[in-house]
């Protein structure tokens, strides 16, 4: 499975989870280490997915179109069925981070009917297919239009050819794709990162007079620059799809922002941020969950904790060669530490329910924490994670029934029962993101998306492509195409080693990155860390992100 994006943006750092198992000091729960029984699952209430509404602070009365390539290309170029895949996980990237604005349709832009634009509010056009089928219904009123129109990427050049009088009405015009590779996006006085392996699909803009304002300056590392993004009238390009090999600091942010500030010009300006607590189970040291409560309380910071109910270590890999089980029940005072720190403004997420999969090395040792729970993965011969695809027993009754036990373990000890889930290492099928969104109000990661997912616009489907994983992260909340609120986690964690293609990541990374975010006009700045690396990282990142402007709220004040 190609993996397009870096793994850390889409994955938790692995690194220091088995860092964590190894070190970790033991509790012991019995004396053949089995554990207690399984608590009795509870069914859960299920909720109807809220496909194309808007989410937390965007309007359901305000809709836009999203138009994509669905692979028809004009004549007589043959479909473009490959790039279709892409074109439509590019159409779904955009109509969640539109859904901060308003609701949302997704349309193939060939199914275009003449006058369709006067049911919505605002039109955005992704253009990822060269050549893609753009009827002259679809050109004649975008080229007539009040409304705010988003266009990215390709096929400019058929709206101008179309319409020719529109480069000096709006002041540009089109030109050739660059030949050399962006490396920089500047927005907002700020340089934006590009990937170079993303390619050269930038296309060239000229702009003839200062009717037209440059958003943002794409820049190659020779120092030739062209507008990256350009705005006139109630039209706005971009020159290119931001979505591949999105990175830290990335120029996906400029979009983001872009299509925040068309869609919802009255948007508050703000800074937000979030802390979250990963990987706590019933062998995590209670006093490391109350070292950082001590801190985080008493620094005033809302916080929250990702804990998995259920200790699984089938081969023993980190307890001397003995198999070791555990859950909640079995560790009364981590139960007593969490209580605290719900009591001092901590909030409870679910992080999987044994965050690993059966005995099978998903992808290192079946160990809780430190494996995959909903996905399969593999370490392939060069040391990288690679990821293949749902597990066998994937389906709507194995993901709730998992979910059911694990928030029985919470009962039964006298947790809040979670309202946000939180997929182990954001890996799971379109099945599981779907059920998570039926059982739980939010998710509190990044999301994994699949072709095929919304095909013919319709989204909803869970049978789809898994031959790419695509990943995206949030710079604020949204209701992504499962119909989920979803609280984001966009800057990563403190990470002491490289390991597999994951690097090292430090403090001074992580305030990096959410120093770019500040070019996001509504911006949620969020981080996760582990509770093993003790208290001076953690210090070093939450009063450095103080020092940026950012306030800590808690997920709940988010997904509002």
Not at 56 to 72: E, Q
Not at 288 to 296: F, K, M, S
Not at 376 to 384: E, I, K, L
Request: with cysteine.
């Amino acid at each position: 499975m190609k993996q397009r994006f870096p793994a850390w943006l889409r994955l938790g750092m692995i690194v220091v989870a088995v860092v964590s198992l190894v070190g970790g000091i033991v509790v012991v729960v019995s004396d053949d280490g089995s554990g207690s029984e399984a608590a009795s699952p509870i069914e859960p209430v299920l909720r109807q997915p809220k496909i194309g509404l808007a989410g937390p602070g965007g309007r359901d009365d305000r809709r836009t179109l999203v138009l994509f390539d669905d692979g028809r290309r004009l004549r007589p170029s043959p479909p473009a069925t490959q790039v279709a895949e892409e074109a439509q996980a590019n159409a779904i990237q955009t109509a969640n981070l539109i859904s901060r604005s308003t609701a949302w349709r997704m349309l193939p832009a060939a199914d275009y009917r003449s006058g369709q634009l006067n049911e919505y509010q605002a039109v955005v056009y992704v253009g990822t297919v060269y050549g893609a089928q753009l009827p002259p219904a679809l050109l004649d009123d975008l080229s007539r239009t009040r409304l705010p129109v988003v266009w990215m990427g390709s096929n400019i050049w058929q709206l101008f050819d179309h319409t020719p009088a529109l480069a000096g009405k709006w002041g540009w015009t089109w030109a050739p794709f660059r030949e050399d590779k962006v490396t920089t996006v500047s927005y907002r006085d700020t340089d934006l990162r590009r990937d170079p392996n993303a390619g050269v699909d930038v296309v060239g803009v000229r702009v003839t007079s200062p009717k037209a304002k440059v958003l943002a300056q794409a820049e190659s590392a020779e120092g030739v620059s062209s507008p990256w993004a350009v705005h006139s009238g109630s039209f706005t390009y971009l020159a290119e799809v931001p979505y591949s090999y999105v990175g830290a600091g990335d120029r996906y942010l400029a979009a983001a922002d872009i299509l925040l500030g068309v869609l919802a010009p009255d948007a508050p300006a703000r800074r937000r941020a979030l802390v979250r607590i990963e990987d706590i189970g019933p062998r995590t040291p209670p006093v490391e969950v109350r070292a950082i409560t001590d801190y985080l309380s008493g620094h005033g910071v809302p916080f929250s904790l990702a804990v998995y109910p259920y200790y699984a270590d089938p081969h023993g890999a980190a307890n001397g060669g003995k198999p070791t089980f555990a859950r909640l029940v079995d560790s009364p005072e981590l139960v007593a530490a969490l209580r605290d720190a719900v009591a001092r403004g901590g909030t409870l997420v679910m992080h999987g329910y044994s965050h690993q999969y059966n005995e099978t090395d998903n992808p290192y040792s079946g160990t809780s924490a430190a494996d995959y729970e909903f996905y399969r993965a593999t370490v392939d011969h060069q040391d990288n994670v690679r990821l293949s695809g749902p597990v066998p027993e994937d389906s709507p009754e194995w993901f709730r029934g998992r979910v059911a036990t694990g928030l029985a373990e919470f009962d039964r000890v006298g947790l809040p029962r979670p309202d946000a889930f939180e997929f182990p290492h954001y890996g799971g099928s379109a099945v599981d993101y779907q059920e998570a969104g039926r059982v739980f109000p939010m998710r509190y990661d990044r999301g994994s998306y699949y072709a095929g997912q919304c095909d013919g616009g319709h989204c909803g489907r869970t049978d789809v492509s898994y031959r790419e994983v695509y990943g995206q992260f949030f710079p604020y909340a949204v209701r992504d195409v499962y119909g989920t609120v979803v609280v984001p986690e966009n800057v990563g964690n403190v990470a002491p080693a490289k390991f597999n293609q994951h690097d090292a990541r430090t403090a001074d990374d992580i305030l990096a990155d959410a120093k770019t975010h500040r070019v996001v006009t509504d911006s949620v700045v969020s981080f996760y860390y582990h509770s093993f690396l003790g208290i001076g990282d953690l210090r070093k990142v939450v009063e450095g992100i103080e020092g940026l402007g950012y306030r800590f709220v808690s997920p709940a004040a988010v997904a509002a």
